[in-house]
């Protein structure tokens, strides 16, 4: 039995050069533009669907949907009030995103360790579920990948046993108020199988397949005494993050047929604000400042782990301390980058992975605890963060469109979105 992330891990791992900037890389040369840390203060504490302190919680109706692998169970529990727009010279909140890609439990305990995380300090995260995460490998040859044999995989299935633990976290994830989105399938990186080379209409099969595969757990798995996952996969679905960060040209206009509304595929952003491309919001990785080092990374674990260890996931643990307070450091330098100025959005993402003694999970703990509750911070999925650009007034997103990396707005935010 392969671990979930091998094969995950080494799809991402392509070879790292300093400031080589290939995509799932993210080295580029550039400058680091870090300002010092700012005060703590209160957090966004705005949330529908929780009871009141020491009253008992109404119990939801559950309504079976399909095989009742999933259910309705009403609105979901534990999100931000309603969002509403900026007011005329208003400071914009500073949105980051902690991402998870493939969000499978494989009794390293990584999952619950960042929901509790997460509850702590009234984060709100989006997990990439893997449909094959909740096939069993008996069943393998369900799974029809594209320009790929029958039941093929570069990541492993999952035991029966962790199956059942990530159907248990990704549960009670939903029901924490964090979203579910996709990392696809098979995770296919390389030849002439790569995820880069499929059509639309082969994105198509394989969200299909994804969605199937969650949908119908129950039936794929006969699993009767477990709860169904609480919500209407498609309604919930509404963006995701592709294997290595490929694919995504041919995914869009699937994408957009979807319903979708964001896509989190894109390698090598800029911490600037976003747009849309062919209709959905376009949230890409982003280059974050590298400590140390003269060009940017992308802000993504692996990819810190690629410049530092040359893709190895088991380095010689002298190196750990170093290479954990520089990737703790690049992402805190990229928070501070945006919320002293142009307040972009911060977009992190990570694996349930613990390669080089779990130091890229230490990491992102320790960036989380430093970031949460600072003034005007809000930790949202990324569903909750195109919900409040959706409402925002066109001209505004503009503006703050215009203001380029590392700068701040000219005399202020109240003079810059006045007149917006």
């Not at 534990?78 to 727009?85: G, T």
């Not at 990948?145 to 029966?160: E, F, K, M, R």
């Not at 990229?334 to 990491?363: K, Q, S």
């Amino acid at each position: 039995m392969r671990a979930v992330g091998r094969r995950h891990a080494l799809g991402l791992g392509l070879a790292v050069a300093a400031g080589a900037g290939l995509a799932g890389c993210g080295a580029t040369e550039s400058g680091s533009g870090a300002a010092p840390p700012p005060s703590r203060a209160g957090r966004d504490t705005g949330r529908e669907g929780s009871a009141p302190h020491g009253a008992q919680p109404k119990r939801p109706v559950v309504r079976p949907i399909g095989d009742g692998s999933t259910a309705y169970t009403g609105q979901q529990p534990r999100q931000p009030a309603k969002p509403v727009p900026l007011e005329p010279g208003q400071t914009p909140p500073q949105f980051v995103v902690f991402s998870w890609d493939g969000a499978g439990e494989v009794g390293n305990g990584l999952f619950p360790r960042f929901l509790k995380l997460a509850e702590e300090h009234d984060a709100r995260m989006t997990f990439f579920l893997s449909g094959l995460y909740l096939l069993p490998e008996s069943k393998k040859r369900m799974y029809r990948p594209p320009n790929n044999g029958v039941g093929a995989s570069d990541i492993g299935y999952l035991t029966d046993g962790h199956i059942k633990e990530t159907l248990k976290y990704v549960r009670q994830a939903w029901l924490e108020g964090h979203e579910i989105g996709t990392h696809f399938n098979g995770h296919f990186c390389a030849g002439t199988g790569s995820v880069a080379n499929w059509t639309s209409a082969q994105w198509q099969s394989e969200i299909d397949q994804a969605v199937s595969f969650v949908k119908e757990w129950r039936t794929n798995t006969g699993w009767s005494d477990l709860p169904p996952l609480p919500f209407d996969y498609d309604k919930e679905l509404v963006g995701g993050r592709t294997p290595c960060l490929l694919g995504r040209t041919n995914l869009l206009p699937t994408a957009r047929d979807l319903g979708w509304r964001y896509d989190a595929s894109s390698p090598g952003g800029l911490q600037r604000w976003p747009g849309r491309r062919l209709g959905l919001w376009d949230l890409p990785l982003q280059q974050i400042p590298f400590p140390g080092r003269s060009f940017e990374v992308l802000s993504m674990d692996y990819n810190i782990l690629a410049n530092q260890s040359k893709n190895s996931t088991k380095a010689p643990s002298h190196n750990y301390p170093g290479w954990r307070a520089q990737a703790t450091e690049a992402y805190l330098a990229g928070f501070r980058r945006a919320y002293e100025t142009n307040r972009a959005p911060l977009f992190i993402g990570n694996h349930f992975e613990e390669w080089n003694g779990g130091i890229y999970m230490d990491a992102v703990e320790a960036a989380l605890k430093h970031i949460a509750g600072k003034k005007d911070v809000r930790l949202v999925s990324f569903r909750q963060f195109v919900d409040w650009l959706d409402v925002q007034d066109p001209a505004v997103l503009a503006k703050l469109r215009g203001l380029e990396v590392g700068q701040l707005p000219a005399g202020g935010w109240k003079h810059h979105l006045a007149t917006a």
